[in-house]
């Protein structure tokens, strides 16, 4: 879909969409367009007790005195609700009420309103990015949906005072929104066409927007003693692969800061291994690389918008299989920090995984923070369900961080505890740990206790996405499926903290 901007001007013909203030008070549009329709838009409104109410639309189709072919009055609730994300709803419901019903244009009218914090300008960006947003498919493996399927709109005009500042502010987000895209790309793949190789090359893709790419192989990792994340990828005839992208985007004196960095799980298919998982729903496993998938995104969102930052992304790449080279329950492996571990269950893994993949971000990078993201754990979703990703962490400032920059961006993320009694539930007789408690409780915490161990004193985070990474419902700005769930959220997290 193609997203422009322009000054203000009532269409003559085609789909415009309006909004109308709660309490059916009109803006300039809407009175000019009730005055060609001699009264009958407020008719319209009042004969289906359409109240300009925040998330309610009125469809007319072909208005008399009009010679256009269909009227969207959109809902704006009071002016004191207008804020970005309401706006970023707004464009995805209308691109969701229009996007199929056969128009290739759509004119957005966006009018000032009195009392409102934000301009028309402004608006019309996040209406635009929440239109994008919403406009995801992954349609590639589908070679006979019916025309009358798709999407129809291909063009969506946004029209408002000051259309050059619109275009420039929508500038920036639109990089946002390819990263977003990116992820749910990867995300949606299936495990055939994706694996630590091919997930290695997409990641690769980004050289060509100013990131530093390098892929470790299993010789290199082996040397670096990565004991811990090559065990997982063992019974796999897909060799494991690590992936580090560096973004140094850091202009004038902070040039040379040490970076931020984000690590995330790639599990690009988790059988279980040999502590098999049951076959239903198995499936949905081609997308436990969520985390690396967001990792990804989230540097191809910064070099695209060109983030003031320097920013490390690390993912660790392998699959999970069972076969005749197959990591054993009760084998110990040797992690790169020397730390050795008991790897009681080899559905374990992503803790595996991101054992070393953090140790060695941590050695290599000293960055400022480290923030992973990893399907981790099924518990977390009998915890926070579908609707939060949960949130571990040593240090408060950034977990403060991390969760105004997920309630600005809708992303919400809740903080979970951890502590010395949940961290003595890992340890072992054998080894100097276990990867798995064994007992039935805290499922998530004893998760993230295990990974605690391979941050040292290093500000971390750890988000559990396994419930937010996929979603089985369309919301007015994530389409079903990959959600890339993350990507907005750190984005925001450095724009607000780490680009002044
Ligand atoms: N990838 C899974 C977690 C998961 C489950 C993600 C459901 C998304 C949806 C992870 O590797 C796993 O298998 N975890 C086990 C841990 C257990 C063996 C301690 C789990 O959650 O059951
Ligand atoms: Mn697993
Ligand atoms: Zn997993």
New binding site residues.
């Given amino acids: 879909m193609k997203i422009t901007f322009a000054n203000p001007e009532i269409p003559k013909t085609g789909v415009v969409v309006v909004g109308i203030l709660d309490g059916l008070k009109l803006g300039g549009s809407a009175k000019a367009l009730d005055k060609q329709m001699s009264g009958g838009l407020v008719r319209a409104m009042k004969a289906s007790r359409f109240r300009g109410s925040n998330g309610h639309s009125l469809a007319l189709l072909v208005p008399g005195g009009t010679k256009l072919d269909r009227i969207l009055l959109v809902g704006l609730g009071k002016p004191s609700s207008i804020d970005a994300s309401a706006m970023q709803h707004l464009g995805g419901e209308l691109y969701g009420a229009l996007s199929t019903k056969g128009h290739a244009t759509v004119q957005v009218l966006v009018d000032p309103i009195e009392k409102c914090k934000m301009h028309p300008d402004e608006m019309a960006a996040e209406i635009a990015f929440g239109a994008r947003l919403r406009s995801y498919r992954f349609d590639k493996y589908r070679t006979k949906e019916k025309a009358e399927a798709k999407p129809s709109l291909k063009n969506l005009n946004i029209i408002c005072k000051s259309s050059a500042k619109a275009r420039a502010a929508f500038g920036p987000k639109n990089k946002v929104a390819d990263g977003v895209f990116f992820t749910r790309d990867l995300v949606s793949e299936p495990a055939n066409v994706l694996y630590p190789e091919t997930l290695a090359k997409q990641a690769r893709s980004l050289t060509k927007l100013g990131v530093k790419v390098e892929v470790l192989s299993e010789v290199q990792m082996r040397k670096l003693g990565m004991g811990a994340l090559l065990g997982v990828g063992q019974g796999s005839v897909r060799e494991s692969k690590m992936v580090i992208m560096q973004w140094n985007g850091k202009k004038g004196k902070g040039k040379k800061e040490s970076p931020v960095a984000f690590v995330g799980k790639g599990?690009t298919f988790?059988t279980?291994g040999i502590?098999i998982?049951p076959s239903g729903g198995m499936e949905?496993?081609k997308?436990?690389m969520g985390g690396s998938g967001v990792v990804i995104g989230l540097m191809k969102a910064l070099a695209g918008r060109k983030a003031n930052a320097n920013v490390v992304g690390v993912v660790g790449l392998v699959e999970?299989m069972p076969s005749g080279s197959a990591q054993r329950p009760g084998d110990i492996v040797t992690s790169m920090s020397g730390q050795t571990i008991e790897v009681l269950?080899t559905?374990?893994?992503?803790r595996l995984v991101l054992a070393d993949a953090l140790w060695y971000t941590k050695g290599r990078f000293k960055p400022k923070f480290m923030v992973d993201l990893a399907?981790?754990?099924?518990?977390i979703?009998v915890s926070l369900g579908n609707e939060k990703a949960g949130l571990f962490s040593n240090d408060d400032k950034l977990s403060e961080q991390l969760r105004e920059a997920g309630e600005a961006v809708g992303e919400s993320v809740w903080r979970m505890p951890m502590g010395d009694s949940y961290d003595k539930m890992i340890n072992c007789d054998v080894a100097d740990m276990k990867n798995?408690s064994g007992g039935r409780g805290a499922?998530s915490i004893t998760?993230a206790q295990f990974l605690k161990r391979f941050v040292d004193k290093t500000p971390w985070a750890h988000l559990d996405i396994?419930?937010v990474?996929w979603s089985n419902k369309t919301t007015s700005i994530v389409p079903k499926g990959g959600s890339a769930f993350g990507v907005r959220l750190l984005d925001r997290l450095i724009a607000d903290n780490y680009e002044k």
């Avoid at 559905?347 to 992503?350: F, L, R």
């Fill in positions: 599990v988790d279980g502590s998982k949905d496993m997308w436990d999970n269950n559905d374990a893994e992503g399907t981790l754990t099924g518990a979703i798995i499922g998760a396994a419930g990474t």
